[in-house]
């Protein structure tokens, strides 16, 4: 169970009672807010997508969404988000509880600017019913971010 990996990663360094672990579904950004009770753009939502046949991670805001042209001139290429299908067996976690923390290995974790904006985020923690409150220094820290780029857009 992927949660298991990621209270195991946190472990290590003493976060690992951070975790909140919810009733209800935070598969997505309005229901991770409700469970949380914090607002939608504070959801540290991972997306997942492959970059020349490589996995990549993005947290974005749970406000904006992929800037196709954004995406493109970043990394020269289109977006291609992976399958439903594929998302677990690549990266680690399944959908609804992608997260940076314990993945598998090779894959580049990207933060996206529009997070920059706030003093703590949620992602998730493994699980479609869970995450962990962090800071952005902390984020950073735990994340292994490869850097920070600006790739999103506010959802219209």
Same mark, same amino acid.
């Given at each position: 169970?992927?949660?298991?990996? $990621? /209270?195991?990663?946190?472990? +290590? #360094?003493?976060?690992?009672?951070?975790i909140?672990?919810?009733?209800? %579904?935070?598969?997505? &950004?309005?229901?991770?807010?409700?469970?949380?009770?914090?607002?939608?753009?504070?959801?540290a939502?991972?997306?997942?997508?492959?970059?020349?046949?490589?996995?990549?991670?993005?947290?974005?805001?749970?406000? $904006? /969404?992929i800037?196709?042209? +954004? #995406?493109?001139?970043?990394?020269?290429?289109?977006?291609?988000?992976? %399958?439903?299908?594929? &998302?677990?067996?690549?990266?680690?976690?399944?959908?609804?509880?992608?997260?940076?923390?314990?993945?598998n290995?090779?894959?580049?974790?990207?933060?996206?600017?529009?997070?920059?904006?706030?003093?703590?985020?949620?992602?998730?923690?493994?699980?479609?019913?869970?995450?962990?409150?962090?800071?952005?220094?902390?984020?950073?820290?735990?994340?292994?971010?490869?850097?920070?780029?600006?790739?999103?857009?506010?959802?219209?």
């Open positions: 169970m992927s949660i298991e990996r $990621v /209270k195991e990663y946190f472990k +290590k #360094y003493g976060m690992d009672g951070r909140l672990e919810f009733e209800v %579904s935070s598969a997505t &950004v309005e229901l991770a807010a409700k469970a949380v009770g914090t607002a939608p753009e504070r959801i939502k991972t997306m997942s997508f492959t970059v020349e046949e490589q996995p990549i991670l993005i947290l974005l805001a749970g406000d $904006v /969404k800037d196709n042209p +954004k #995406y493109k001139a970043e990394f020269h290429t289109k977006a291609k988000m992976l %399958s439903f299908d594929e &998302v677990e067996a690549i990266i680690g976690h399944g959908v609804g509880g992608v997260c940076p923390f314990g993945i290995e090779g894959i580049d974790v990207y933060l996206d600017e529009s997070l920059k904006r706030f003093e703590t985020v949620f992602p998730a923690a493994g699980s479609a019913n869970s995450a962990i409150e962090l800071t952005i220094e902390e984020l950073e820290r735990y994340s292994n971010f490869k850097k920070w780029i600006d790739v999103s857009k506010t959802i219209a």
